[in-house]
């Protein structure tokens, strides 16, 4: 009979135990990555739900609609993004795109935004443009190593 007991002790006589490690090391490598793209995640929530927390939804359903649109896209690129960061270098692109459309959107959709429209799209877009070259910058850093 076979003994299937577990032993304490080394794996090192494992023979997948040089894989295990380089793949161990990989994922403790783009953690960082994931934390930055959780963010995005957030950032893309509240953008989505900005009109309606600010309240300027029904004074601009243009730039409500537009909020919805890119939040909930960036969230679900923010959720790709950390469920496999270390493929996700050609998304931070449009992530850093939609960033810039959210800062610029209140000018482009609207005439004469309000204070709060232009403050809560400028922080929050900023905010994704930050965190877009923040993971690129992880991710390129994570290569070159």
């Known amino acids: 009979m076979a003994d299937v007991s577990h032993r304490r002790g080394d794996i090192a006589g494992h023979p997948d135990a040089t894989e295990m490690r380089e ?3 990989q994922i403790l490598q783009t953690r960082g990555v ?10 893309g929530v509240w953008i989505a739900v900005s009109a309606y927390t600010v309240h300027f939804a029904a004074a601009r359903p243009e730039l409500a609609i537009t909020n919805l649109v890119v939040g909930i896209a960036l969230a679900v690129l923010g959720l790709c993004m950390s469920m496999a960061p270390e493929r996700s ?3 931070n692109f449009v992530v850093l795109l939609l960033g ?5 959107a209140p000018w482009v959709v609207t005439r004469s935004p309000d204070t ?8 929050a877009g900023a905010c994704v443009c930050l965190f877009a070259l923040t993971a690129g910058g992880l991710l390129m850093s994570k290569r070159r190593t």
């Not at 994931?34 to 950032?43: D, G, P, T």
């Not at 810039?100 to 610029?104: E, F, G, K, Q, Y």
């Open 23 to 25: 793949r161990y090391a």
């Open 34 to 43: 994931a934390a930055v793209e959780e963010l995005v995640i957030l950032a």
């Open 89 to 91: 270098q050609d998304l």
């Open 100 to 104: 810039a459309w959210t800062i610029i």
């Open 116 to 123: 709060g429209m232009v403050l809560s799209n400028v922080i």
